[in-house]
């Protein structure tokens, strides 16, 4: 399974952005998808997660600004940021996982390549 992460950019505050997850040679559809991000000098975090059956998780620094979600017709997941912080800044990892959905990476079992967020004025 190769993961495709996209749609990263350089937002102002209080921007949005829309990163997308894609798989190559497999569908996401039937496993749990997480997003984690990985800020310049620190650790890599669990952002959101989304299960088989469509059950969402959040890390509280994000929750009620961001949403994960499900394209079963395009095998794709989507993490929708809204009201971007400069703490928002990273780089962004879509990763999948056989097993369960959970907001830790030793959950999960393929990543992709990350795609780098920058909220800056």
């Known amino acids: 399974v190769q993961l495709q992460a996209s749609g990263g950019g350089l937002v102002q505050p209080g921007g949005s952005l829309r990163l997308s997850c894609a798989a190559s040679?497999?569908?996401?559809?039937?496993?749990?998808i997480g997003w984690f991000r990985q800020a310049p000098g620190k650790e890599r975090e669990g952002v959101s997660c989304?299960?088989?059956?469509?059950?969402?998780y959040y890390a509280v620094s994000v929750k009620g600004r961001f949403t994960i979600s499900r394209d079963n017709a395009n095998y794709t997941v989507y993490l929708q940021m809204n009201s971007l912080k400069p703490e928002d800044t990273g780089v962004y990892y879509c990763a999948l996982s056989l097993a369960i959905a959970t907001l830790y990476e030793a959950g999960y079992d393929y990543w992709g390549q990350g795609t780098q967020v920058t909220v800056s004025s």
């Open positions: 040679g497999s569908t996401l559809n039937d496993y749990a």
């Open positions: 989304i299960t088989s059956s469509d059950n969402t």
